[in-house]
């Protein structure tokens, strides 16, 4: 049985909920018998795969790899998988080097078959890896019941790697962009459209720029190591969500609206109600 994340409302309140209860939540969730099962075979397994194709190969080691970096949704793309972590990270012309999304590095680097022969032979690596897993296991649950509240978590957790990186000022907004989970989270914190991303990716790296500037006084993505600057970020993402989602039955004042719209007297008449009972 799998604990669910107990998420009454969403917006700014609810991520504030979650936080004061994240670690109760957690430990709950991290105790299923799913979850378990899947993080206890990979720590047991996982050890005597020495190369990327026996990885590849074992389709419930792998699921657990991927799920550690969010690419769970990359797991039919084996030829794909395969190369990312056979070319490693060291040689700058390497695959997981030219793709957008930041992940792929960071996968394979963690794998390590490319460049150091692997590194799953390590219980210290395998259990970073399950933790990371249980982490993003809990986000994607925390998804299914607000998909925002999901993002704001990624973001989090996320921006820091590319805002500290050595070369966020060259590279760093490119790699927001092509996380798509960021980029929503970016967008949204900025007031920028998604029909931005339709455009060449140098012109959406100099519309992000300028916004970021507007904002945050501060053009570059290394902005985000302050925490209080993704703070802000993810609740300015969370308050535009919420207000282009419209109001819900656990925004403030519905009840209220609800019980005068029911109302048998009807609106009119039951405000006269209340007004004769002043």
């Not at 990885?55 to 998988?81: N, S, T």
């Not at 700058?92 to 030219?98: H, T, W």
């Not at 925004?251 to 209340?274: D, E, I, N, R, W």
Request: proline share 4%; aromatic share 8%; net charge negative.
């Amino acid at each position: 049985m799998t604990v669910q994340p107990a998420i009454p409302f969403g917006g700014v309140a609810g991520l504030r909920l979650l936080d004061s209860t994240f670690d109760r939540q957690f430990a709950a969730f991290s105790q299923g018998a799913v979850l378990t099962r899947e993080t206890d075979d990979f720590v047991a397994r996982a050890g005597s795969i020495t190369s990327a194709e026996a990885l590849v190969e074992d389709r419930q080691l792998l699921k657990v790899a991927l799920g550690a970096f969010g690419l769970e949704d990359e797991l039919p793309k084996r030829a794909l998988i395969r190369r990312v972590l056979e070319e490693g990270t060291v040689a700058q012309d390497s695959l997981a080097n030219r793709l957008v999304d930041p992940a792929w590095r960071r996968f394979a680097e963690a794998m390590g078959f490319g460049d150091f022969g692997g590194r799953l032979d390590r219980e210290s690596v395998r259990q970073e890896i399950v933790e990371n897993y249980r982490v993003r296991q809990f986000e994607r649950a925390v998804g299914d019941a607000d998909v925002d509240l999901r993002l704001a978590l990624n973001f989090r957790r996320e921006i820091g790697t590319i805002a500290s990186g050595e070369n966020a000022d060259r590279f760093g907004w490119f790699q927001v962009i092509g996380s798509e989970p960021l980029r929503i989270v970016a967008f949204g914190a900025l007031g920028l459209p998604e029909s931005l991303g339709a455009i060449d990716l140098d012109n959406q790296v100099q519309r992000i720029s300028a916004r970021a500037e507007q904002v945050f006084g501060s053009s570059s993505p290394a902005l985000f190591v302050e925490e209080a600057n993704v703070e802000e970020a993810v609740e300015r993402f969370l308050f535009r969500a919420q207000a282009a989602a419209g109001p819900s039955v656990t925004s403030p004042g519905v009840t209220a609206l609800t019980l005068l719209q029911t109302s048998p007297l009807g609106p009119s008449s039951t405000a006269g109600l209340f007004a004769s009972r002043l």
